[in-house]
């Protein structure tokens, strides 16, 4: 900015005016582009006509690896020589399906962050938990790339989404939204105010741990209890299993292209909510589920490291139910509270309601 079209030479911009060009540009580029362009702005002195010194604004638009922008308004121009051009039909779509066939949103760089942000202690534990006879390497660069946890960009090598959701001491500061909260509610809808509310942050297994740990644990559960000759016995609310499922469906299948966007867990007197952004993956409808079809995961390789964390509630790992944990979940669940749980689509998002027990519910369970 501040070059003439017609004969490419420096005139300059007004000074005057150079906080209001920087903050056009900025909203261009932010709100008029889809997915939104994060330019590098950079003011020059460069030569004019007059060889005196013209305040120019230089702008970056960063190479797009994965995404195919178009405009606000769903057009996707292109730029022949100096003119803009309407790209032909079809061709947008096959661009959009190369990009994104060529890399999950797991194994694309963080752009902007380095290698520093994972945590070394976490990697080495990882990784003696899952080889054997493992050893420190030479590079670990390199062998953070073999295991996608790492990608090679223009500027070096960065961490992987994948990398900094499972080993940053605090992914929720690279990927917006990678965060848990959590509220409880006395009443029954959403318009009473919350009596605790908790965000769980840290690497993806201490989320679900200690989202797990905070469902067992938090006095306001309720608790289903029937009397009979032998007194008053207490029963649980929810199956600790079901609850464990839940957490990790909606760590594993949530939308992390979508951030900004928290996963959301909500108690209630007799039910528990869990909300992940992110619409079903794939072909996977609600009805296909209930039927016990085979799972389509979004974040396949996340799903493969949690098989490596082990869970106190089972003693197994994280995901062991070889496609059968959502019905475990269903079926646990219905038998305890004498509810089938609730899987709903709430525009691109996905919510799962687990009720809690009766006294009814749980006479099945004895």
């Not at 405009?71 to 121009?77: E, L, Q, V």
Request: net charge neutral; proline share 7%; charged share 20%.
């Amino acid at each position: 900015m501040g070059v003439r079209d017609a004969d490419r030479v420096v005139v300059g911009v007004d000074p005057r005016k150079r906080d209001l060009l920087e903050q056009f540009v900025v909203n261009v580029a932010t709100t008029n582009c889809n997915p939104m362009i994060v330019p590098g702005l950079d003011w020059e002195y460069l030569p004019g006509e007059d060889d005196e010194p013209k305040l120019c604004l230089v702008i970056d638009v960063p190479a797009s690896r994965f995404d195919v922008h178009q405009t606000a308004d769903g057009w996707s121009p292109q730029r022949i020589g100096s003119h803009p051009r309407l790209t032909p039909a079809g061709r947008p779509a096959r661009q959009f399906t190369r990009r994104r066939l060529a890399s999950s949103v797991e194994e694309r760089p963080v752009i902007g962050s380095s290698l520093d942000a994972l945590d070394p202690i976490l990697l080495k534990k990882y990784f003696r938990s899952r080889f054997k006879d493992w050893s420190p390497p030479d590079d670990w660069q390199s062998t953070l790339v073999a295991h996608k946890l790492a990608a090679v960009t223009e500027s070096g090598v960065a961490p992987t989404y994948l990398g900094m959701l499972l080993f940053a001491e605090q992914p929720e500061q690279h990927v917006r939204g990678a965060y848990i909260d959590v509220a409880s509610y006395k009443q029954d809808m959403l318009d009473g105010a919350a009596v605790d509310r908790h965000q769980i942050t840290g690497p993806l297994p201490s989320q679900i741990a200690q989202a797990l740990t905070y469902l067992q644990v938090f006095p306001l559960n309720p608790t289903a209890s029937r009397k009979d000759g032998r007194g008053r016995h207490h029963y649980p609310s929810y199956v600790d299993r079901s609850l464990q499922e839940a957490i990790v469906n909606a760590v594993v299948h949530r939308d992390y292209e979508v951030q900004g966007s928290q996963i959301i867990i909500r108690l209630f007197p007799d039910r528990i909510e869990f909300q992940n952004p992110g619409a079903l993956h794939n072909t996977l409808t609600v009805e296909n589920l209930y039927a016990g079809c085979q799972p389509v995961r979004r974040n396949q390789l996340l799903a493969g490291f949690l098989r490596a964390y082990k869970s106190t509630v089972t003693g197994g790992s994280f995901l062991e139910a070889m496609g059968e944990g959502f019905l475990n979940l269903v079926r646990d669940s219905q038998r305890l509270s004498g509810r089938r749980p609730e899987l709903t689509q709430i525009g691109q998002a996905t919510k799962l309601t687990i009720y809690a027990a009766t006294c009814e519910g749980n006479g099945g369970m004895q």
